[in-house]
């Protein structure tokens, strides 16, 4: 089984400013993808940036970026240029390659203030 | 395309009550799955398809029972409702994994359940 693990519960950042959310997971899978998602107040769940645990290369979607580690099994999220549309709860998910379903993390909450 | 849709939107219940919340996607994926977020926590799973009449147990699947007869759809049944029941239930969809498609996970809006 695996595991997903968000270590901050909460986070803030200023407006403009750059913030790192961090993400662990556990598997003993190969292949495998890694997502970043938002969740605002109005509970949509939006995708913000998938990663391919194959690709080395690091997923990036205008002003999101990840910091993929695969052997020290790390998934950060770095948003840039923080905009107060940011402010959310932002889940990493680890998604198994066999099935339709994912591992989700407890999540964290980003507040961007002006 | 209307995506994944839901409803209800909102629902409450009595304890012993029965219902199901229906879960419905225009997209042709072949992959459904239902998850419930509690309060502050993320997202569990608690049934899933992996096509029509295939259904599996995801981590919580005590006390709910799921069908898959056509591809389109995905009802999750409560059987005898209980207050612990009390969530927001997500019904999500997606293509089948491999490596070379893109395998984004596409919810719904979601049903806020409230057991008394």
């Known amino acids: 089984a695996q595991t997903v693990t968000q270590s901050q519960p909460e986070m803030s950042v200023q407006e403009a400013e750059t913030v790192t959310l961090s993400c662990t997971y556990d598997t003993s899978e190969n292949n495998y993808y890694l997502f970043w998602y938002k969740q605002p107040p109005s509970r949509q769940m939006i995708l913000v940036i998938r990663?391919?645990?194959?690709?080395?290369q690091n997923a990036t979607e205008n002003r999101f970026s990840v910091n993929f580690q695969k052997a020290a099994k790390s998934f950060s999220l770095k948003i840039s240029d923080s905009q107060l549309g940011d402010t959310a709860m932002y889940f990493c998910a680890f998604g198994s390659t066999n099935a339709g379903k994912s591992t989700f993390g407890d999540g964290t909450t980003l507040t961007v203030k002006p | 395309n209307a995506g994944v849709t839901q409803t209800p939107k909102f629902q409450v219940l009595k304890t012993g009550q029965s219902m199901t919340l229906q879960c419905a996607q225009d997209m042709n994926h072949e992959y459904m799955s239902w998850y419930r977020q509690d309060p502050g926590m993320g997202l569990r799973l608690i049934h899933y398809s992996v096509g029509a009449g295939i259904t599996d147990q995801g981590e919580v699947p005590n006390g709910y029972n799921v069908s898959r007869s056509t591809t389109e759809d995905f009802p999750l049944r409560l059987l005898s409702a209980a207050p612990s029941q009390t969530s927001v239930y997500f019904c999500?969809?997606?293509?089948?994994?491999?490596?070379?498609?893109?395998?984004?996970?596409?919810f719904g809006p979601g049903t806020r359940l409230t057991v008394l």
């Open positions: 990663q391919e645990a194959y690709k080395q």
């Open positions: 999500a969809s997606s293509y089948s994994f491999s490596l070379s498609s893109y395998n984004e996970q596409f």
